[in-house]
């Protein structure tokens, strides 16, 4: 069975400063790992994913991600907030040896201060 | 390329009616997903389908079904509504299933 906890359902941030949004997994089999964002009255749209090459994954936006095997994390991270990233963010993983059934976490919803 | 479309965007129906969702996938993609996205529930997956073949299927009553044509467009049927249907459905397409998926904007359906 696979599962995603997102830490955090809001985070808050001021203009400028560093975003870490945090997602930890659970599979048995090598993951695919992927960060999602939601705009107001859209669908997602995919900032990054893990397909077991590199383990630093850099995204559109500025945003990277770290997957640490050791720790079951993909944390998702931006040096300098703008106030354009204001959104939900979603971690998703696809067991690779299953189904191929994602699983998303619960969102974490990003406010940015100015 | 024109994105992934979903019609209609908004819609209301009342207990116990049915529904149904069309989705058009980007040119090309060969893949369409179905998701429910709710307040509680977060957003889980409803179902798969590959060149006309369901591949994958959540946990979800048999309410909801689905079907997808030759030329990839999708539609989603739900059957027998109940308030707790009312939720935001996403299609992706993409071009396999590890490959990246692009979301549609959603309809939103209130059941009343």
């Known amino acids: ?114 | 390329k024109a994105g992934v479309t979903q019609t209609p965007r908004y819609l209301i129906k009342t207990r116990g009616q049915q529904v149904t969702l069309s989705c058009s996938p980007i040119s090309g993609h060969r893949s369409v997903s179905w998701y429910q996205q709710t307040p509680g529930q977060g957003l889980q997956f409803l179902f798969e389908y590959f060149s006309e073949t369901q591949r994958n299927k959540g946990n979800f009553p048999g309410r909801f079904s689905g079907r997808q044509f030759s030329n990839s467009r999708s539609e989603m049927n739900v059957s027998t509504l109940e308030l707790g249907d009312s939720a935001l459905y996403l299609c992706a397409s993409s071009s396999s299933w590890t490959d990246t998926q692009y979301f549609g904007p959603g309809t939103r359906l209130t059941v009343l």
């Open chain 1, 1 to 114: 069975a696979q599962s995603v906890t997102q830490l955090g359902s809001h985070v808050s941030v001021s203009e400028g400063a560093l975003v870490l949004l945090r997602c930890n997994y659970s599979s048995s089999v090598p993951p695919y790992l992927f960060w999602y964002v939601q705009y107001p009255n859209q669908g997602l749209q995919l900032l990054l994913k893990y397909t077991s090459a590199a383990t630093l994954v850099k995204g559109i936006n500025g945003f990277e991600a770290e997957f640490k095997k050791s720790e079951t994390s993909f944390h998702l991270t931006k040096p300098s907030a703008h106030m354009s990233d204001a959104a939900e963010y979603f971690c998703a993983v696809i067991s690779s040896g299953g189904s191929y059934i994602p699983t998303f976490g619960r969102g974490t919803s990003l406010i940015v201060h100015p």
